[in-house]
């Protein structure tokens, strides 16, 4: 089987020259070990020594120097708006304070549709704007658990 022997992040290298796709959600996109096979049917193995985030984009090389496009599949966001710079980071504080997964678009953040988080983020004066679009979360700059004292 094929393997996967390094990646090439999005925007440089030429998607064009990919023979296959694999079109995989956010949760997907962030593994160690994994058999994927590509739209067109190619098949391999990534298999690396920590879990890697893939991004929209990346090229997947192949031990014999064939690529494989790495595309997001779409999932239903909220793409949400604020009123200024303050209220982004009021908004993003009670989105990280919930453990939520969180894209940064430019002046904008996205998270996956919650009707429970919608109507706090209205409540705290977001505007919102459901969409279909491929989800690239922030990465968690660390990983632990604790307790929050319930």
């Known amino acids: 089987m094929r393997r996967?022997?390094?990646i090439k992040p999005a925007g440089e290298w030429l998607a064009v020259?990919?023979?296959d796709r694999v079109v995989l959600d956010a949760g997907d996109r962030n593994r160690r070990r994994i058999v994927l096979t590509g739209e067109k049917g190619t098949q391999f193995l990534l298999d690396v020594e920590r879990?890697?985030?893939l991004h929209d984009g990346d090229g997947l090389v192949l031990d014999d120097g064939a690529i494989v496009l790495v595309a997001g599949e779409h999932e239903?966001?909220?793409?949400?708006?604020?009123?200024s710079a303050l209220d982004a980071v009021r908004l993003a504080w009670h989105l990280g304070n919930r453990h939520t997964d969180v894209q940064i678009v430019g002046d904008r953040l996205r998270i996956r549709r919650d009707h429970v988080l919608e109507d706090m983020l209205r409540g705290l004066g977001a505007h919102l704007m459901?969409?279909?679009a491929a989800f690239d979360p922030e990465a968690?700059?660390?990983?632990h658990e604790h307790d929050h004292g319930a």
């Open 51 to 53: 879990p890697v985030s």
């Open 17 to 19: 020259s990919a023979i």
């Open 140 to 143: 968690p700059a660390h990983t």
């Open 76 to 83: 239903k966001l909220v793409e949400i708006c604020a009123g």
């Open 130 to 132: 459901p969409l279909d």
């Open 4 to 6: 996967v022997a390094h």
